[in-house]
């Protein structure tokens, strides 16, 4: 089977996310790679999915085009950046052959704490992000730490890893979680962390973060998702 000379990308949207893809982050990255004819989209899909259920299809999708793909580039948002840590570590191990490019996590939730979605979740006695990233990473404590040691593993076989959060992010919560991560990240890992600023923009060499733009009744983790283009 003859590989194509077009890298691969795979999207993993929010915790129930359905997202445009012609006005995300994720159609930027698809542009500048390249890669239109190889993005896979990993959302939710309906009522009973969930984290693991996502994980299991993005590992199938993977073992299908094994033949066919050279490189991998990784994008996720939200709970997708949990989804897209375990995905790089799953096809590290699976495909150890293929390169592994880019990676940009988008206002991600480490868990190192349930955030106030979660406690109303399990107060409704619904599934939570919380407990579901828990079985994501095994069931066995707290995925908060083993998502940071999966993304400094990640972050040392990918090519370029990235970081995108804000402190005003009202819904990862930066007290006591987002800011664990930001804090235990290894420097040696070589991770860009950029820091967004409601209200203003941000640039890096080849990306700018516009929060000034947007829905401001949105919270600013909603907001990300639609408020990053590279250049």
């Known amino acids: 089977m003859v590989r194509t000379a077009c890298p691969a990308l795979v999207v ?6 359905l997202h445009d893809g012609d006005r995300t982050a ?9 890669c239109g004819d190889s993005t896979y989209w ?15 299809r993005a590992s199938a999708w993977l073992e299908m085009r094994l033949g066919n793909i ?8 939200s709970m997708g950046c949990q989804l897209a840590v375990r995905f790089v570590h799953h096809a590290s191990i699976k495909a150890p052959s293929i390169e592994f490019g880019q990676l940009v996590l988008i206002a991600p939730d480490p868990k190192y704490r349930p955030v106030e979605r979660d406690v109303e979740e399990i107060k409704a006695g619904t599934s939570s992000a919380f407990e579901e990233a828990v ?5 066995r404590g707290l995925a908060g730490p083993r998502f940071v040691s999966g993304l400094a593993d990640a972050a040392n076989r990918m090519e370029r890893t990235r970081i995108v959060y804000c ?4 819904v990862a919560e930066w007290s006591a979680n987002v800011e664990l991560m930001v804090d235990e990240l290894p420097a040696t890992t070589g991770i860009e962390l950029i820091e967004a ?12 973060v516009d929060l000034g733009v947007g829905n ?3 919270d600013v983790h909603d907001r990300l998702w639609e408020s990053i283009i590279f250049v």
């Open 42 to 56: 990993n959302n939710w899909s309906e009522r009973g999915d969930s984290l693991k259920r996502r994980f299991d």
């Open 12 to 17: 993993f949207d929010g915790y129930r996310g």
């Open 135 to 139: 079985a994501l990473w095994g069931g």
């Open 167 to 170: 402190r005003s992010d009202g």
């Open 26 to 34: 994720a159609a930027g990255l698809t542009a500048l790679l390249g």
């Open 70 to 77: 050279t490189e991998v580039n990784v994008i996720g948002l």
């Open 216 to 218: 401001p009744e949105l």
């Open 197 to 208: 600023i409601d209200g203003e923009v941000v640039s890096t060499d080849d990306m700018t």
